[in-house]
């Protein structure tokens, strides 16, 4: 099916891409369907809105820049989206890109968590406050090359 | 909104599962206590707020100011390999 995106147009997706998050993300509690794009960039993700082109949210796996993370999310948050078994999860962190693009951060504390098999997704609270709402990828990233973590 | 006096050591139901009481009150501070299913979440109200203060700054990402990751991404496993 063909949908309207912010970063690329019009483009030809397939419909397994679609995932539908019931109660939208937090301050977008209306818009329930999005599609999951690889982004030209990699190894980001668009999440676009099916409903609103101008909504689009860049995500990334954190374990990329945070090797040491661990979703830490409220067990009833899963069961919500019908996940009863790790394998099923697929989980993401929002990403900020401010004017200077590589002060970029992610957010840990919100992630997005998926059910591979129903692409059904939420938007969840980290029950560990380790995790925060500004983790600067780059500098966490270099962080990981020097090996200090 | 409801608005209700307690002393501390006092508490309030909400539902027949979930008891909130005050367990100390120091200066413009009070603490609460809060019993309820582990299935209810509780959270700071300033937590959900960030998350969606963040949600709002993230939207405004545009596609051309997305920095390539790769190439760092190629350095780490070069790294890695060493």
Redesign the interface.
């Known amino acids: 099916m063909r949908v309207a995106t912010?970063?690329?147009g019009s483009i030809e997706v397939d419909e397994r891409q679609e995932i539908v998050f019931p109660f939208g993300?937090?301050?977008?509690e209306s818009l329930k369907r999005y599609m999951l794009l690889d982004?030209v960039?990699?190894?980001?993700y668009w999440l676009q809105s099916m409903e609103v082109v101008?909504?689009?949210?860049?995500l990334i796996n954190p374990r990329?820049f945070r090797p040491d993370y661990r979703l830490e999310v409220?067990?009833?948050?899963l069961?919500e989206i019908g996940i009863s078994c790790e394998q099923d999860i697929l989980d993401f962190a929002?990403?900020?890109?401010?004017e200077d693009?590589?002060e970029?951060t992610a957010?840990l504390?919100?992630p997005l968590i998926i059910n591979r098999k129903s692409r059904v997704g939420r938007?969840s609270?980290s029950t560990n406050p380790a995790w925060q709402?500004?983790h600067p990828?780059?500098k966490e990233?270099a962080l990981?090359?020097q090996?200090a973590c | 909104m409801l608005i209700l006096s307690r002393r501390v050591n006092e508490s309030i139901m909400i539902g027949d599962q979930i008891e909130i009481s005050v367990v100390d009150i120091k200066g413009d501070q009070v603490k609460l206590g809060i019993k309820a299913p582990?299935?209810?979440?509780v959270?700071r109200q300033e937590?959900?707020r960030?998350?969606?203060?963040?949600?709002?700054?993230?939207?405004?990402?545009?596609?051309d100011?997305?920095?390539?990751?790769?190439g760092?991404?190629d350095?780490?496993k070069q790294?890695e390999k060493k």
């Open positions: 912010k970063a690329y993300l937090l301050g977008f982004a960039q990699q190894p980001f101008e909504i689009a949210f860049v990329i409220p067990k009833s948050d069961e929002v990403v900020t890109i401010p693009p590589k970029m957010n504390q919100g938007q609270i709402v500004k990828i780059l990233l990981v090359r090996g | 582990s299935q209810i979440k959270f937590v959900y960030a998350i969606q203060q963040e949600n709002i700054q993230a939207v405004k990402a545009q596609p100011k997305i920095p390539p990751l790769e760092l991404l350095k780490t790294a």
